[in-house]
């Protein structure tokens, strides 16, 4: 097989997750393939206990693996890559995508998932994201439908998602819990400079990290700068903080960048707009980016230990 | 050690510095430039004094300490067309020459070095003798990181477009106003940039860099006093480094540079602290 065979799977219980993924790993391991499990930890656990010999298995944990979509692209495509480059014919993975069962935010990860249909393409690849129906949002599954090619059942049928590609939108990025707050500072038309002034000025009383701090005002002005270099005016520039955490949101009226990986893998040269949002997406620990009543927004937070 | 930063004052500088003086009206940069070389006869160097138009002795007699000075030759009065040698187009290596000549000289006199003033506006009013002014500029500049000449580099806001001022302000460890977002200039082994470097000013950086050469293999820069640059600003630096077949260096205590140079994944680039 070659190209990317992308699969979900619902499930309701641990025995239907084993029953889809067991025969899926076993499948690989009989073959001599490549095959990776990056599970969060539950299913790991479940999935060691059953395999009955797991040592060719390799195991990616998957909060590393998962901790942001651009990371994780970036590190699968170095991956399927080396695979693919030492001669395997077809690649397995099985992965926990995270959502807000998982307590993260869903936006940048559904992006995701359409991305990786291009993303993966080059590489003999069959990727399995099952999805535990208990905990999973359904503005998440309504997404999952419509990024996934395939679907696995518990019956061990491999089918065509009839959801696949029906092009509606992905769902509308939430808001953050800090923007409930009066924004500290609002700008209309800022320039970048006068935006990183205000960002450093606002986190400077923050326990931020030096890093962290850097990263704020970087995203800020860069999304300020595309804002302006290719949305439509007015851009508006809002941010909030608590004492560890800063959220920046800009909005202006356009309809945002067309291609899907936008932000989500590094783009050539020409197109070096889309470098900015990548860096970003490999900076910050939420980015979201969507239309909604008010205009395209793209939204950060950097800092704190969650962010809902 | 070199003076870099924006002032509003003229006094107080070193042997070596190099400040750029944009001037709204002349009588502004006389005074400016008076001070500037009184200064210098303080620090014991030769003074001289470049201007454009007649009489220019008594464009000094303001100020008692320079007018003595010019009676007993301690500050040369001089017509920007003799001490350049053009009423238009420098030749950025001759003039070069020129005032390490003329601070050899002072040298010799018995002067610690020479010092100059100088409304340099009639050099830089087209397009081809403004590129060629910034080449000079950044060669005096680098002259001057080593020897004990510095100047003032005065230049008529009036005669000139802002992206004029901002390329010649770019180029001076050392200016009196916001005219550009980030400076350029040279130390011993390459250049420092201060300031800021984004989207607004990625031309300017690039114009900026023209007028530089890498050494011995290197380009190094001295990031120390940038506050920001994005990455657009870092490949241009890369891509000037690779385009002269050199490796770029570059020195920064924060951590967010090498992070977005391995992000970006300029393995070629080295990065010290």
Known sequence: MTGFYHETAFYDSDDDFLTIAVPFVEGGLRAGQPTLIACAEKNTTLLREALADDSAVTYLPGADQYARPADAIASYRDIFGGLAKDGATQIRTVGDVPHPGFGVPWDWWGRYENAVNQAYAEFPLWGLCPNDTRITPAEVLADVARTHEYVATTAGDHLPNPGFGTGLPLSVPVPDVLEQGTPLVVLVDPTPAAVREAVSASIRGTRLSEDDAHDAVYAASEIVTNGLSHGVAPVRFRLWADDSRVVVAVTDQGPGPADPMAGLMPTTATRSAGLGLWILHRTCDYVSMGRDEDGFTVRVSVGGSGHT | ?273
Do not use: K
């Not at chain 2, 009588?27 to 009184?38: G, K």
């Not at chain 2, 920007?80 to 003329?102: G, M």
């Not at chain 2, 302000?169 to 420092?192: K, M």
């Open chain 2, 1 to 273: 050690m070199r003076t870099s930063g924006v002032t509003d004052v003229v006094v107080g500088l070193n042997p070596n510095d190099h400040l750029c003086w944009p001037f709204d009206d002349f009588a502004e940069f006389r005074a400016r430039a008076a001070e500037f070389l009184a200064d210098g006869l303080q620090l014991g160097q030769r003074a001289c004094y470049v201007a454009r138009g007649d009489d220019l002795a008594t464009h000094l007699e303001a100020e008692p300490v320079l007018a003595e000075a010019v009676r007993d030759g301690r500050v040369d009065v001089v017509s920007l067309e003799s001490r350049y040698r053009t009423s238009t187009t420098v030749t950025p290596e001759e003039q070069v020459e020129a005032y390490a000549e003329a601070t050899r000289a002072a040298v010799r006199d018995g002067f610690t070095g020479l010092r100059v003033a100088a409304d340099a506006t009639a050099l830089v009013l087209s397009p081809g003798s403004l590129d060629a002014f910034c080449r000079y500029e950044h060669l005096i500049d680098r002259y001057m990181t080593t020897e004990p000449f510095s100047a003032m580099c005065a230049y008529h806001r009036a005669e000139l477009s802002e992206p004029a001022i901002a390329r010649l302000s770019s180029l001076h460890p050392v200016n009196n106003a916001r005219c550009a977002p980030f400076r350029l200039h040279a130390t011993e082994d390459g250049i420092a940039l201060h300031g800021e470097v984004d989207g607004v000013s990625r031309e300017l950086l690039s114009l900026a860099l023209r007028n530089t050469a890498p050494n011995q293999g290197a380009l190094r820069v001295d990031a120390t006093g940038l506050r920001f640059i994005d990455h657009h600003g870092l490949l241009a630096l890369h891509g000037y480094a690779r385009a002269n077949a050199a490796t770029l260096v570059l020195r920064s205590q924060r951590s967010s540079l090498a992070r977005l140079v391995s992000l970006l994944e300029l393995d070629d680039v080295e990065c010290v602290r």
